[in-house]
């Protein structure tokens, strides 16, 4: 077992001394701080050193490996010192990994070798991002890294503090699961929103649309429609781009209903399936006949998380939560249809993630799956408007069809699962 350990903190220190290595290659030989071999034999040392402790003491062998830990780490800040006096460069990246391969090498001896590969080669990955993360850097911009903290406020600070427990009319109101919600939104429309920032719009109008769709279907329809409006062609790969940002909108729903209500997704999985890929199948037609490209666009998307904008979005939640239980109450299931057409005008989230709490508390799936359907039928029809009444008389047709062939399918599902 011993020669096994050794074996690993060997392999922890080639893992992260062949990035180190590769990453100095133009440097010339004795100019490299460490290179493969010197991060190798110090996590060699590493593991070496507390499995000391079959000959000698474990008091004597702790104290050894803290000596050594510190001579090491000496001998790193006398060679950054002469290094940065000569070439003026003062980064500590490759010191602070040497420091950490001896510390993972340790690990493997004691035999937490379950924790120091993985993190050998999770450190190996970040070291090799370097240009990566620094060009993300260069690109955020204030407005960004304050939406970054206020998300982390949200989820990480508050979202714990929230009581977990039922309260207001029919105790539908959970303070923790309507900030978890929040959480889970806009979490998803931050992976939209950055994979944008990240790949950018350069990458194709249609990557675009897709990704868009994630931040907000209703902005890239928006953007695109107008854009058609003025545009006298391409507007196949329009409607596709459009298309493809409403199409993200179904397995987002289902991703919403599976994370509270796994019975209910039995339910919904097949006809929001059948809407998504009809939508997919009417977006490769229409790529397959267009003729030309469009160029790339900017999707007006400009703050991908403010403090404000979850305040309301919980607050729709809340309301949404109240007229739906009261609706139920008071009307049975007419009053959860008209409480589901009314949100779909603006926003299918809410009612989706209500709905889904309520079929996990009383309201029947009978009732709970038309009514989401109904919302994203709405929903869908909306966009469907906006491209009739924005963009350009070519785009009405394309749009109109495939988006009422989607819905069709999705609700013809719905009636064979009766």
């Not at 990566?132 to 990480?156: C, K, N, P, T």
Request: charged share 10%.
């Amino acid at each position: 077992m011993d020669f096994l350990a050794l074996a690993y903190a060997l392999a922890v220190g080639l893992i992260i001394g062949l990035e180190r290595g590769w990453s100095q290659r133009d440097k010339s030989e004795g100019q490299r701080f460490a290179g493969l071999r010197t991060f190798a034999i110090t996590s060699l040392l590493g593991g070496l050193l507390p499995l000391l402790t079959h000959v000698l003491p474990e008091t004597f062998v702790l104290v050894l490996w803290v000596a050594v830990f510190f001579s090491i780490t000496a001998l790193v800040v006398v060679a950054h010192l002469l290094e940065a006096r000569q070439t003026s460069d003062f980064g500590i990246t490759t010191e602070l990994a040497l420091l950490l391969t001896f510390l993972l090498g340790s690990l493997c001896a004691i035999g937490l070798v379950e924790i120091a590969v993985p993190a050998a080669v999770i450190a190996a990955f970040l070291l090799s991002l370097k240009p990566l993360l620094h060009g993300w850097l260069e690109r955020l911009q204030q407005r960004e890294l304050f939406a970054i903290l206020q998300m982390l406020l949200i989820s990480v600070v508050l979202l714990p503090l929230l009581p977990n427990e039922g309260i207001g009319p029919g105790n539908v109101i959970n303070p923790y699961l309507v900030g978890w919600m929040v959480v889970l939104i806009t979490g998803i429309s931050f992976v939209g929103y950055f994979a944008i920032k990240v790949l950018g719009s350069h990458r194709g109008i249609l990557l675009t649309g897709l990704l868009g769709g994630l931040a907000s279907s209703t902005a890239v329809t928006l953007s695109l429609s107008r854009i058609g409006k003025v545009q006298q062609q391409g507007h196949k790969l329009l409607v596709a781009a459009i298309l493809l940002a409403a199409g993200t909108m179904f397995p987002r729903m289902l991703l919403e209903v599976a994370v509270l209500n796994q019975e209910l997704l039995r339910s919904l999985f097949w006809p929001l399936t059948a809407m998504m890929l009809v939508t997919y199948v009417g977006v490769f037609y229409l790529i397959r006949r267009a003729r030309q490209g469009a160029k790339a666009v900017h999707i007006g998307i400009d703050n991908p998380f403010d403090i404000v904008t979850a305040l309301k979005f919980a607050a729709l939640l809340v309301v949404i939560l109240i007229l739906a239980h009261y609706a139920h109450e008071y009307f049975d299931a007419l009053g959860i249809y008209a409480v589901a057409a009314i949100s779909g005008l603006t926003d299918v989230d809410a009612i989706t993630l209500s709905l889904a709490k309520m079929s996990g508390n009383g309201l029947s799936n009978t009732v709970a799956v038309p009514a989401i359907l109904l919302a994203a039928s709405v929903n869908t029809a909306v966009k469907v408007g906006l491209v009739a009444t924005l963009g350009h008389p070519n785009m009405r047709l394309a749009s109109g069809a495939i988006a009422g062939c989607a819905l069709a399918a999705g609700w013809f599902i719905w009636w064979v699962q009766l």
